[in-house]
């Protein structure tokens, strides 16, 4: 059974651009969220998807944005990159009501 | 808004000794409890969670957790570490069916021989 893919394992961009991150769920998980993890910082969630709709949102800017699709699996999208938004891109997936996420390895994105 | 504390960045302990990690949180309303476990360039693997009912909760790897509401807690506890316990933990916490997870700055376990 696979777990919680996301691709690419790194990305390197430059200042202004947009950035583009895809997470594929565990199987039979129908729930997606994004967290943002800098260097020695805990997980900082960006928001959740269910059903193709973002359910809850975090503290993040309008650019930051997503999209789940009809097979769960779901993207993120960054536009008009900054230094800042360097860091560790975690997915989490879970089953609806359950709770307990289980998390992919991330994208490490550098902005330069 | 809620917010987690974990107010060690950083534990050293000597292996087979007990060790205890500390998250407390703010908001007093119900609250769902989790701590994972970060190993280097890894994602975040759930050690255990509290829902409800029994406030001791049994983790994987030896892991217990109690959850003491008076004092919005939620401590992490191993009577024995190994080396292989060295990791970050993380403490994470939701109010009650907001699907807003917070997640305290982490504790670095550094398990020596």
């Known amino acids: 059974d696979a777990g919680v893919t996301q691709s690419p394992t790194h990305l390197i961009k430059t200042r202004g651009q947009q950035v583009t991150l895809r997470c594929s769920p565990k199987s039979g998980h129908d729930t997606v969220s994004w967290y943002q993890q800098a260097l020695g910082q805990g997980p900082q969630f960006i928001f959740q998807?269910?059903?193709?709709?973002?359910?809850q949102r975090g503290n993040f800017p309008d650019r930051f944005s997503g999209h789940q699709f009809p097979n769960y699996s779901s993207e993120l999208n960054v536009n008009a990159l900054l230094l800042g938004d360097s860091a560790l891109y975690l997915c989490?997936?879970?089953?609806?009501?359950?709770?307990?996420?289980?998390f992919g390895p991330g994208t490490r994105l550098t902005v330069t | 808004a809620q917010s987690v504390t974990q107010l060690d960045s950083q534990v050293p302990v000597f292996e087979e000794a007990p060790v205890e990690l500390r998250c407390n949180y703010s908001?007093?309303?119900?609250?769902?409890l989790f701590w994972y476990v970060q190993y280097p360039n890894q994602g975040l693997q759930l050690l255990l969670k509290y829902l409800s009912g029994s406030t001791l909760v049994k983790g994987i790897n030896g892991f217990e957790a109690e959850f003491n509401k008076s004092q919005t807690s939620f401590h992490l506890r191993k009577p024995s570490v190994h080396i292989s316990d060295t990791a970050e933990y993380f403490c994470?916490?939701?109010?009650?069916?907001?699907?807003?997870?917070?997640f305290g700055t982490g504790t670095r376990l550094k398990v020596l021989a």
């Open positions: 998807y269910y059903e193709e709709e973002e359910r």
């Open positions: 908001s007093s309303v119900s609250v769902y």
């Open positions: 989490a997936s879970s089953l609806d009501s359950y709770y307990e996420q289980y």
């Open positions: 994470d916490v939701d109010t009650s069916g907001t699907y807003k997870y917070i």
